[in-house]
């Protein structure tokens, strides 16, 4: 069983779309993660949800709407795709500060 | 605000020889440190981490950091390489509470040359 899954792996899209990328972990964590991993590599965290309560809204913009169902849960909704969003989405889950993260295998979104 | 420095955007290096990949770190309180490795189109995997207590940790694949306070560094080394080790490595640093955020460097990648 894959700890934290994300779908869809790959994700093309025209300008302007809107999407959604899915992410579950059944670790049984309290808090989950997006980050956004550009083209060179730089790794930057954009929500985090504990217990389904938004507690990290970093600068984002507001095209970008997380939403958590359930606190296995953690959806990234992306409205008027722009191309500066081509980019890995990861979602990750812990369990607390000495624990780390657990990572999902990523989501490469291409927006032409 | 915690940051994190990775000097070294690549670092190439002959199978079987010794590497350091350098993390140095900026907080105004104490810290988690974390090593994550990256293989290609893959996640992140964690390599090894520091809490408290014994500078030195060890982690998966060989790999060991030391935390050093005074520099505050905590550089990631392996004694030998493989070509299987060639992959991105990042240093993060965490200063733990109520959200937990953790702080990426920019990465550094070790390339492992036969």
């Known amino acids: 069983d894959t700890a934290v899954s994300q779908t869809p792996k790959y994700l093309v899209t025209q300008m302007g779309n809107d999407k959604s990328i899915k992410c579950e972990q059944n670790?049984?964590?309290?808090?989950m993660y997006w980050y956004k991993q550009d083209s060179k590599k730089f790794l930057k965290i954009m929500f985090s949800?504990?217990?389904?309560?938004?507690?990290i809204n970093e600068t984002v913009p507001n095209r970008f709407s997380p939403k958590s169902p359930d606190k296995a849960h953690l959806n990234l909704h992306i409205n008027s795709l722009e191309l500066g969003d081509s980019a890995v989405y990861f979602c990750?889950?812990?369990?607390?500060?000495?624990?780390?993260?657990?990572f999902g295998s990523g989501t490469r979104l291409t927006v032409v | 605000a915690q940051s994190v420095t990775q000097l070294d955007s690549q670092v190439p290096v002959f199978e079987e020889a010794p590497v350091e990949l350098r993390c140095n770190y900026s907080?105004?309180?104490?810290?988690?440190l974390f090593w994550y490795v990256q293989y290609p189109n893959q996640g992140l995997q964690l390599l090894l981490k520091?809490?408290?207590?014994?500078?030195l940790v060890k982690g998966i694949n060989g790999f060991e950091a030391e935390f050093n306070k005074s520099q505050t560094s905590f550089h990631l080394r392996k004694p030998s390489v493989h070509i299987s080790d060639t992959a991105e490595y990042f240093c993060?640093?965490?200063?733990?509470?109520?959200?937990?955020?953790?702080?990426f460097g920019t990465g550094t990648l070790l390339a492992v040359q036969p």
């Open positions: 990750a889950s812990s369990q607390g500060g000495d624990y780390g993260y657990t």
């Open positions: 670790l049984g964590h309290d808090t």
């Open positions: 949800y504990n217990n389904k309560e938004l507690i």
């Open positions: 907080s105004s309180v104490s810290v988690y």
């Open positions: 520091y809490l408290s207590g014994s500078t």
């Open positions: 993060a640093v965490s200063e733990g509470g109520a959200t937990n955020k953790l702080i």
